[in-house]
């Protein structure tokens, strides 16, 4: 393979990648539902680490990051903190978000229903988009 192809083929994000696996025999099937992309930076002088997942479709459907706060009202700390696409819909040719929930101890890995019960606090729909 050409230097230049494999190249193309190591940096094509996993939702432009074919979704197929090789079954013995010949056949191809089927086997994205959703990916995960996730970017590790630097901002302000502290890492931060954002993920987001996506179906196949390349829809935005949930996003988390680690954001400083204090939600419990002590002192401040690092918290997951994220959100749930519910929908998305197309104005004008753009498809965006257009309904979704959002708060802290978005997929905390000590309580999963926390974010839920405790963290939600924003939730907005979008009914119309006027780019300008």
């Given at each position: 393979?050409?230097?230049?192809?494999?190249?193309?083929?190591?940096?094509?994000p996993r939702s432009q990648s074919p979704p197929y696996e090789y079954i013995e025999g010949g056949d191809f099937r089927d086997t994205l539902s959703v990916s995960v992309v996730q970017a590790n930076f630097t901002?302000?002088?502290?890492?931060?680490?954002?993920?987001?997942?996506?179906?196949?479709?390349?829809?935005?459907?949930?996003?988390?990051?680690?954001?400083?706060?204090?939600?419990?009202?002590?002192?401040?700390?690092?918290?997951?903190?994220?959100?749930?696409?519910?929908?998305?819909?197309?104005?004008?040719?753009?498809?965006?978000?257009?309904?979704?929930?959002?708060?802290?101890?978005?997929?905390?890995?000590?309580?999963?229903?926390?974010?839920?019960?405790?963290?939600?606090?924003?939730?907005?729909?979008?009914?119309?988009?006027?780019?300008?």
């Open positions: 393979m050409q230097s230049s192809l494999r190249d193309a083929l190591a940096f094509t901002a302000l002088g502290e890492p931060a680490e954002l993920t987001l997942t996506v179906n196949n479709q390349g829809m935005l459907e949930r996003m988390k990051i680690r954001r400083w706060g204090n939600p419990e009202g002590g002192d401040c700390h690092y918290v997951d903190f994220g959100g749930i696409i519910d929908e998305s819909s197309t104005f004008d040719g753009y498809t965006i978000p257009t309904r979704l929930r959002v708060g802290w101890y978005f997929d905390s890995p000590e309580r999963r229903d926390r974010f839920e019960s405790e963290g939600e606090f924003f939730h907005c729909t979008i009914d119309k988009a006027i780019y300008k």
